[in-house]
């Protein structure tokens, strides 16, 4: 997502580059082509003209020191304006009730089903909750099926009613429950609707009116583009709901609804779909999605994934491991499954400044260390223990057992023992764990799909 927007921004602020000062015409000129960039990723016209006339009018307005250049001053102005554009500030959930209860909106197929499971497996992980997922889509076949398959995946309890079509009755019959059992979270799954589609649209609202949820959230694909931000509006005007969801940011979207959404219905984005895993969900931050639209990367986000899934207890197991060198295939196995649950690795190495450029045309499976599991599996506990007992003989078993060859496993082997010797040395970093992946990953050839 926005890898578009981004190139255009950037051949954007070109123009400025070398510029000894800022200047009406050069102003002009840059925010000129910012506003075609923004038209042609899809963002409302009347923002993206609001957008650009405000940049002007900050620009114009501003001494510009001679330590700054005129092309870093545009960049930090438009980031800005950016992050405010899309809400400024990171919008909170906000559960007062017990059970507080979330109401899922939007259109069929948006992903409000899948997204549901995510925020109970978010909150359930993270905020300790016990969340009650509730079947209210009586319509689409199979459609109660599909949130007991998505709750069964996170162990999350699921209330249905198989043939009651009123979906009022179901909610109160669910909120009884879950004050019965202490689920502290209900979250209603609804069937999909369009706006123009009155029985439908009457339906949701008198189920709102009947539960007083905290939090009416509008789930919207955002691969839609500029009909997300028209149907949000619509949706809006019936439910005022308090946030918007934004699912399949991962995919080839140019992200104007991100941008347009929240000017045009004045509420918040509160969370974003990165994947199909029930890990997949982050919450919206304005400032951290503009850095990555500039490609300046996002590392607070990268950090704050990797202290989800890297306790310290176990950090300072590790080091004392490493420095002992006695760091051995289970504690690497381990850590790839660890990285594996931090989310899309295309999408994690675009956090770090620089390198989501560097692979934008680089395909990056999410499989990419499926062949190293199958060497690590293929070994034996005793194996794996001690990497020093591997001879000829155990790796040719290995490779046979792994599905690779003699090559693969002899190069894995060669750049583990390389590995480990590297992070004895930068134990007292505290980024072993990442060094150490990244050196093992280089020059490893691409493995058979089988």
């Known amino acids: 997502m926005f890898e578009n927007l981004s190139d255009r921004l950037e051949r954007s602020f070109k123009i400025l580059k070398g510029e000894g000062k800022i200047t009406e015409i050069n102003v002009a000129e840059t925010l000129k082509d910012v506003r075609r960039a923004l038209l042609d990723a899809d963002v409302n016209y009347k923002v993206a003209k609001t957008f650009t006339d405000t940049v002007k009018q900050k620009a114009l307005g501003m001494n510009v020191l001679n330590a700054v250049k005129?092309?870093?001053?545009?960049?930090k102005l438009v980031h800005d304006e950016l992050a405010e554009l899309m809400g400024g500030e990171a919008a909170e959930l906000q559960l007062k009730n017990r059970p507080a209860i979330v109401l899922m909106s939007g259109l069929q197929g948006s992903g409000k089903t899948t997204f549901s499971g995510k925020l109970?497996?978010?909150?359930?992980?993270?905020?300790?909750?016990?969340?009650?997922?509730?079947?209210?889509?009586?319509?689409?076949?199979?459609?109660?099926?599909?949130?007991?398959?998505?709750?069964?995946?996170?162990?999350?309890?699921?209330?249905?009613?198989?043939?009651?079509?009123?979906?009022?009755?179901?909610?109160?019959?669910?909120?009884?429950?879950?004050?019965?059992?202490?689920?502290?979270?209900?979250?209603?799954?609804?069937?999909?609707?369009?706006?123009?589609?009155?029985?439908?649209?009457?339906?949701?609202?008198?189920?709102?009116?009947?539960?007083?949820?905290?939090?009416?959230?509008?789930?919207?694909?955002?691969?839609?583009?500029?009909?997300?931000?028209?149907?949000?509006?619509?949706?809006?005007?019936r439910l005022d709901f308090d946030g918007v969801v934004l699912t399949k940011l991962d995919g080839d979207t140019r992200g104007g609804a991100a941008l347009s959404i929240r000017t045009v219905v004045t509420k918040p984005i509160k969370f974003v779909g990165t994947g199909e895993k029930m890990e997949a969900i982050d919450v919206f931050h304005p400032s951290r999605m503009a850095d990555r639209i500039l490609g300046m990367g996002d590392i607070v986000s990268l950090v704050e994934r990797a202290q989800e899934q890297f306790d310290e207890e176990e950090a300072r197991r590790l080091q004392k491991k490493i420095q002992k060198n006695q760091f051995d295939f289970n504690d690497f196995l381990n850590q790839i499954q660890q990285i594996k649950k931090m989310g899309n690795l295309k999408d994690l190495a675009s956090m770090i400044p620089g390198v989501g450029k560097a692979l934008k045309d680089v395909d990056i499976d999410d499989d990419a260390f499926k062949g190293i599991e199958a060497i690590i599996r293929s070994m034996t506990p005793k194996e794996r223990s001690n990497p020093q007992i591997l001879n000829t003989s155990r790796r040719q078993r290995i490779a046979k057992g792994s599905g690779t060859n003699i090559q693969e496993v002899n190069r894995l082997i060669k750049q583990f023992d390389q590995t480990r010797k590297m992070m004895k040395m930068v134990t007292g970093s505290g980024m072993s764990g990442f060094g150490g992946m990244r050196n093992m990953m280089k020059g490893m050839p691409k493995m058979p799909k089988n």
């Open 120 to 237: 109970a497996n978010m909150l359930k992980q993270k905020q300790h909750k016990k969340p009650l997922l509730v079947a209210c889509d009586v319509y689409r076949p199979a459609a109660i099926e599909q949130l007991k398959v998505v709750a069964g995946q996170i162990d999350v309890p699921v209330y249905s009613e198989e043939g009651n079509m009123n979906v009022v009755e179901i909610a109160h019959n669910a909120i009884r429950q879950a004050k019965a059992q202490s689920n502290d979270v209900v979250i209603i799954d609804t069937a999909g609707r369009l706006a123009v589609d009155e029985e439908m649209m009457r339906e949701i609202e008198t189920l709102k009116n009947a539960v007083e949820p905290d939090e009416t959230l509008f789930v919207v694909d955002s691969m839609t583009g500029q009909d997300a931000v028209n149907t949000a509006k619509e949706f809006n005007d």
């Open 70 to 75: 005129p092309g870093q001053l545009m960049v």
